[in-house]
């Protein structure tokens, strides 16, 4: 049990089907919908940005979302919903080299929830915990990190021809990790990462938490439903010594391929607002 504070809704459009909640959560954070999706998996992503639209600090050390978020309770018990809710969480190995010691699963994002996200789970009849993916090029990746070595979790690394030779000389443990390389190119197309997603795990909604260059190719690729998006009331700045990323970097839509969305959902913690935009993919042009 947890006292966190309910999140106030400020905006709650209809989204379609409601998933089954423990009322632990639902009190917390209210109903949680997605639409119908026929034959794929439902793609949302979700961030953590200041004001001024920094999503890393890119200090070293202080390069996490707990920099930009202020710790926020509230983001982490949202971060953990929508984790628990998943089949499968995405990040890109930049995000991974900035918090090597970190899983993706609602219980290590916050603990005092961690029964209520795994009540959660057996409500949606998803065994075990979600499939983590780590998405490099390069291969260079740390093979005693705990996202490959905890045991609690099953893990899939999405590469290509040239990073799996570099993941062939590492030692993983072949029993919780899986390699899948999908293209000879250095750049992996988000389509080919979540074929190579769905091949291991079939799954009904795929979370991608970034960072800014793989959420690029999904925003580019037309593949990202919605995104969940928290702004932290602090402003972070930037000048020619802290080049500071956005939600994207990599990847130029405006004012050729302006990308719109709506907004579907409004709520507040204190300060935080926790905003959920949706890109409605069947009317972006590029649409898969
Ligand atoms: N505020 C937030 O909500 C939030 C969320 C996530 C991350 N972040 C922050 O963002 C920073 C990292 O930024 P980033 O842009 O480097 O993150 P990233 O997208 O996680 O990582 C980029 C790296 O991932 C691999 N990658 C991603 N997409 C790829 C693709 N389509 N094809 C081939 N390789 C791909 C490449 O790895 P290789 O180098 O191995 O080739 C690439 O160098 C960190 O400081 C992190 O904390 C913030």
New binding site residues.
């Given amino acids: 049990m947890t006292t966190l504070a309910p999140v106030e809704t400020l905006l709650d459009t209809d989204r379609g089907n409601t998933l089954p909640m423990p009322p632990e959560l639902a009190m917390i954070y209210g109903k949680l919908q997605f639409p119908p999706h026929e034959g794929r998996p439902y793609v949302i992503g ?4 200041t004001l001024d639209g920094v ?4 200090v070293p050390g202080q ?3 707990s920099e ?2 202020g710790g926020s309770q509230q983001d982490r018990m949202l971060m953990g919903l929508l984790r628990s809710a998943s089949d499968a969480a995405i ?9 090597p010691h970190h899983l993706w699963t609602g219980e290590y994002i916050f603990p005092p929830l961690a029964e209520a996200y795994r009540d959660f789970r057996k409500l949606l009849g998803k065994a075990g915990l979600p499939l983590n993916v780590i ?7 740390d093979p005693r990190l705990p996202v490959f070595t905890s045991g609690d979790i099953s893990t899939l690394i999405v ?2 021809s040239q ?1 799996l030779q570099e993941i062939h000389k590492l030692s993983l443990p072949s029993s919780s990790v899986q390699v899948e390389s999908v293209t000879s190119s ?5 389509r080919a ?1 979540l074929l190579a997603v769905n091949r291991i795990h079939q799954s009904e909604l795929v979370l991608v ?9 999904f925003l580019a690729e037309g593949l990202l439903d919605e995104l969940f998006l ?1 702004l932290a009331p602090q402003v972070a700045g930037r000048d020619d010594t802290h080049q500071r ?1 956005a939600l994207v ?2 990847t130029v839509f405006a004012p050729e391929h302006s990308l719109w969305s709506r907004l579907v959902s409004v709520k507040r913690a204190d300060d935080h607002l926790f905003l959920r935009y949706a890109f409605d993919l069947e009317r972006q042009s590029g649409n898969q």
Wanted: charged share 10%.
């Fill in positions: 979700n961030f953590v940005e999503t890393s600090l890119n390069s996490g979302g930009i978020s990040v890109g190995a930049g995000t991974l080299r900035a918090v998405v490099s090029g390069s291969g260079a990746l590469t290509n990073g250095k750049n992996i197309s988000a990462i938490e970034g960072g800014p260059r793989l959420i690029g190719y928290t990323p970097e990599g």
